[in-house]
């Protein structure tokens, strides 16, 4: 956590402005620590029996984020993956560390504001000449609109952080229920990680402008991808392949890149990232095509992605029959990148390659059955097996969130026997619950204390010594419990659920509160981040 005082400046204090706001003290969010920012910092700490001494540090940052009417630990789906580097860089033809020193130098380091809705910045010029474009004399609707309409560019109006969408708001009903300036007010304003304006929608290949929009607020990956589009559409993926930054940043930052030194940014993150990749940065090789017979590194490479992903093959560079069955029994179960089933032949070629690498797993039906109860396993918990019974019949009851974020009925179902209202994260609410239908509805009977925080719950069939670790040779079987670190392994911060099954390398589950619903999700076992751990409850 970063330490914020007075005259500090940068993303985290407007990340704090952010949070302040949806606390109730209404900022600028400029990035600037100033004393406003200082004497709502002091009012927030105050008012939570803090030291008000207008420093945000660990107490004030742990306050603000768990606190938080938001649910942060959901944001998380929405930010910017490592994967999502390494795909644009594939679908781009450019090595990895181009792309992460463009990101670098060239994002606003996050997407989204506070409240989970896409960063935006309205410029009120551009507003005035999409107007104009769409045969609206804007001349005409200045009056009481002159912070979201006017001629020449200002910063005069700008309010920073959730309160642009005030300004959207505002510019959308110039002229109440008018599509067209809707449209235009969209197109008006910048969005999301790399702050593309609106107007550029047709470029990029959307449709309309809403379409964009719409794809703006999906997450940090999509804005990734329009990024990406941008890059096409204006021509400057050359100068990125041949690492002329002076020229691609003339052309992206405009006249007065030399002045903000972005093609000396570039040029130093670019190396920063070459240095650290194991190749130098270099554009990924393509593996060649092996099978049976053959002999090497390659080969041995392929045992391990196998043993990785549960199929047991020795590890001595040699193609045998025994790996080559192993590959078809992979071929046989999962998908290539087109969403087609491999062939199963037991030769690695391209296809086969990217999908040990991405593995996606191919079921029979094109689903997982999430709503049927899976095979007993030997040595399952008969006390988890019942629990997950009863998690599985609430999603398909479609039990979830009704109203808003955490709320509605069945939130307030689960977390009633905890002592709370529903506004709160319910996974382990829910878990709890469906264990206290298990045995019958008495909370003396239950293996474990009720409990709404999963950490609390994971931490309670640990000191039981129920629990074991991702890479443990204990596999998880159906009705264990699968729990997961949130913003660090040193919070009390977490997400919880059942394990359904286990199969092929892959972990599939039943989650409350990862999603609006209880819904069923898969995993690469050996590559789950954030993992804790399993636990398997005992009656």
């Not at 229920?177 to 990680?193: F, H, I, R, T």
């Not at 020795?314 to 069955?325: G, H, I, K, L, Y």
């Not at 991702?470 to 997400?495: F, I, Y």
């Amino acid at each position: 956590m970063e330490l914020l005082k007075i005259n500090s400046r940068g993303d985290a204090v407007e990340l704090l402005q952010e949070l302040l706001n949806e606390y109730g003290h209404p900022l600028v969010v400029n990035g600037i620590f100033d004393e406003a920012t200082e004497q709502a910092v002091r009012s927030f700490q105050a008012d939570n029996d803090l030291v008000a001494d207008g420093i945000v540090y660990t107490k004030t940052w742990t306050k603000l984020i768990n606190g938080t009417p938001v649910d942060l630990s959901k944001m998380e789906d929405k930010y910017l993956k490592e994967a999502d580097l390494n795909r644009l860089a594939e679908t781009l033809s450019l090595d990895v560390a181009t792309i992460k020193a463009v990101n670098e130098v060239e994002s606003r380091g996050r997407g989204f504001n506070a409240d989970g809705n896409p960063k935006i910045l309205f410029e009120g010029h551009v507003f005035w000449k999409e107007l104009e474009k769409r045969g609206i004399d804007p001349a005409a609707h200045v009056s009481g609109n002159e912070d979201v309409l006017y001629k020449k560019w200002t910063k005069a109006y700008y309010k920073g952080g959730i309160a642009e969408y005030e300004r959207l708001n505002k510019a959308i009903n110039v002229i109440p229920n008018n599509s067209k300036v809707a449209d235009a007010a969209y197109a008006s304003a910048s969005w999301g990680l790399f702050q593309l304006m609106g107007y550029h929608y047709e470029a990029l290949g959307y449709g309309s402008v809403t379409g964009f929009v719409g794809d703006m607020q999906l997450g940090e990956r999509q804005q990734l991808e329009a990024f990406g589009k941008f890059l096409q559409a204006n021509n400057l993926i050359s100068y990125l392949r041949n690492r002329q930054w002076a020229e691609f940043a003339k052309r992206y930052n405009g006249s007065d890149y030399a002045a903000n030194q972005y093609d000396i940014k570039l040029k130093e993150a670019y190396q920063k990232y070459a240095a650290m990749q194991p190749d130098g940065g270099a554009p990924k090789v393509t593996r060649e095509l092996i099978k049976k017979g053959n002999t090497g590194t390659l080969v041995q490479e392929l045992q391990s992605i196998l043993n990785e992903l549960d199929y047991a093959v020795p590890v001595n560079s040699v193609f045998d029959a025994q790996t080559e069955q192993a590959v078809k029994d992979f071929q046989s179960s999962h998908l290539d990148k087109h969403e087609q089933p491999l062939t199963v032949d037991g030769v690695v070629g391209a296809l086969t390659w990217w999908a040990l690498e991405n593995p996606r797993p191919r079921v029979a039906s094109g689903v997982i059955e999430y709503d049927k109860l899976p095979p007993s396993e030997y040595g399952e918990s008969p006390l988890g097996r019942a629990a997950l019974r009863i998690a599985i019949n609430e999603l398909k009851a479609g039990a979830g969130e009704v109203g808003g974020n955490n709320k509605g009925p069945w939130v307030q179902k689960y977390m009633e026997p905890a002592g709370l209202p529903d506004g709160y994260p319910w996974c382990a609410a829910f878990v709890s619950w469906c264990f206290l239908q298990a045995v019958g509805g008495n909370r003396k009977d239950m293996p474990f204390k009720y409990s709404a925080g999963a950490r609390d719950v994971f931490n309670q069939l640990k000191s039981k010594g129920w629990s074991f670790s991702g890479d443990s040779e204990k596999q998880p079987m159906p009705g264990d419990v699968v729990c997961w670190w949130r913003t660090s392994l040193a919070s009390v911060n977490g997400h919880i659920g059942f394990v359904h099954h286990c199969k092929d390398g892959f972990l599939y589950t039943i989650e409350g509160n990862k999603a609006a619903n209880v819904a069923g999700f898969s995993y690469v076992k050996t590559r789950m981040e954030k993992l804790l751990g399993f636990a398997r409850v005992y009656g």
